[in-house]
């Protein structure tokens, strides 16, 4: 039997056997590393300790951003402070915290938010994507439906808060994003709309002229009247930062558990 030889008895099965394990190796290591560019070193939940990196992380990954806004790298951003307003409830890792202040406020549980960009989101062509919807190209809330501005609004604790002043539309999406309501107090929040819920006729009412008029008011059950005080708001009239939109979803989100005591208890 011919053997291809290349010295001694090393032929060139092999060196073919020996350089795809040499490859397989390296491929491991080259995807263990890359998998290692995002979230690296990691930190310990207690203590806020770094971690000692290792062979396998690499270099940090760059973002290059739209419109101009240069580059981004996640790993030179300041991690977030570990001293919390909240207390874990009980002794392990991974316990849930148990606030200790106004969790809606401090951004604990489902009201949590994240520290992004402080500039409007875009569309494509590098617009202010969520305006109020008179700044908006062409956005019009058809004749057919409830004309919103003017509307009262009632809070989850049954009290009207104020009255609906204004529609914030996505022009990317071409929907209505929030509701901009004027508290009894003259303070200007923005509500998401998907908290809110629009009553009055409806197109069957509309069709039976038996039906007498339901009153016309808008329900936004996430948080009580009180708590639109407290909600966030814009820092500059008419535009909505990327970081505004964060808190003021976070703040909302948040008040179907922290609301009232209630909503905090199990259901059972």
Do not use: C
């Not at 080259?30 to 070193?41: A, D, F, H, K, T």
């Not at 998401?192 to 039906?211: E, F, R």
């Not at 007498?212 to 009239?237: G, R, W």
């Amino acid at each position: 039997m011919n053997a291809a030889y290349i010295v001694g008895t090393f032929d060139v099965a092999e060196l073919t056997f020996l350089l795809f394990f040499g490859f397989f190796i390296a491929l491991v290591f080259y995807l263990n590393r890359e998998s290692r560019r995002e979230g690296y070193p990691l930190e310990d939940e207690g203590t806020g300790k770094i971690h000692p990196g290792s062979l396998f992380d690499a270099g940090k990954k760059t973002f290059q951003l739209p419109n101009g806004r240069g580059t981004y790298v996640p790993e030179d951003v300041a991690r977030d402070d570990i001293n919390v307003p909240g207390v874990p409830a009980f002794r392990s890792a991974g316990a849930p915290l148990v606030p200790t202040g106004n969790p809606m406020l401090d951004g604990m549980g489902p009201a949590a938010f994240a520290n992004r960009s402080k500039y409007p989101d875009l569309t494509f062509d590098g617009r202010p994507r969520i305006v109020p919807i008179a700044q908006s190209h062409e956005i019009i809330v058809s004749p057919n439906d409830p004309q919103l501005v003017g509307w009262p609004v009632v809070a989850a604790d049954g009290v009207t808060v104020g009255k609906v002043s204004d529609i914030w539309v996505d022009q990317a999406e071409h929907l209505i994003r929030y509701l901009e309501v004027e508290t009894t107090t003259g303070k200007k929040v923005l509500a998401p709309m998907m908290v809110a819920k629009v009553h009055g006729n409806g197109l069957i009412d509309a069709l039976l002229p038996i039906i007498d008029d339901k009153p016309k008011f808008v329900e936004i059950d996430a948080i009580t009247a009180a708590q639109f005080e407290t909600a966030p708001t814009l820092e500059t009239a008419g535009i909505i930062t990327r970081y505004e939109e964060d808190r003021v979803q976070a703040y909302f989100g948040g008040g179907y558990m922290y609301a009232t005591p209630e909503r905090s208890e199990a259901w059972i």
